[in-house]
């Protein structure tokens, strides 16, 4: 299973982007879908994610300001960022907590991480 990300790139204060996460290879059914984030000198932390359901869970610093949404046909996961802070400067990362294929069962895949720049 191979996760590409993009939709990042250099923002002022208050804009917005759209982070794009697509799944490829043998994928019978995918389980949580998220989005981390890793700050230099910080511990990768939680954004946000959604379950096969469409159940979300959203750290409190992005709540109000940020939406994550899939589509399960195009294995794809979407995290809408507005009202974008510096703070929020970072290499965003994908997850998919539990992949199942005809390989069997894969467990925590990440993306390779695009960066997220938001000038004040």
């Known amino acids: 299973v191979q996760l590409v990300e993009s939709g990042g790139g250099l923002v002022q204060a208050g804009g917005s982007l759209v982070l794009s996460c697509a799944a490829s290879?043998?994928?019978?059914?995918?389980?949580?879908m998220g989005w981390y984030r890793q700050a230099p000198g910080k511990q990768r932390e939680l954004v946000a994610t959604i379950n096969a359901d469409g159940y979300t869970n959203y750290a409190d610093s992005v709540k109000g300001r940020f939406t994550i949404s899939r589509d399960n046909a195009k294995k794809t996961v979407t995290l809408q960022m507005n009202m974008l802070k510096p703070e929020d400067t970072a290499v965003y990362y994908c997850?998919?907590?539990?992949?199942?294929?005809?390989?069997?069962?894969?467990?925590?895949?990440w993306g390779q991480g695009t960066q997220v720049t938001v000038s004040s």
């Open positions: 290879g043998s994928i019978f059914s995918i389980g949580a």
């Open positions: 997850n998919l907590d539990r992949v199942v294929g005809n390989y069997g069962a894969q467990y925590d895949r």
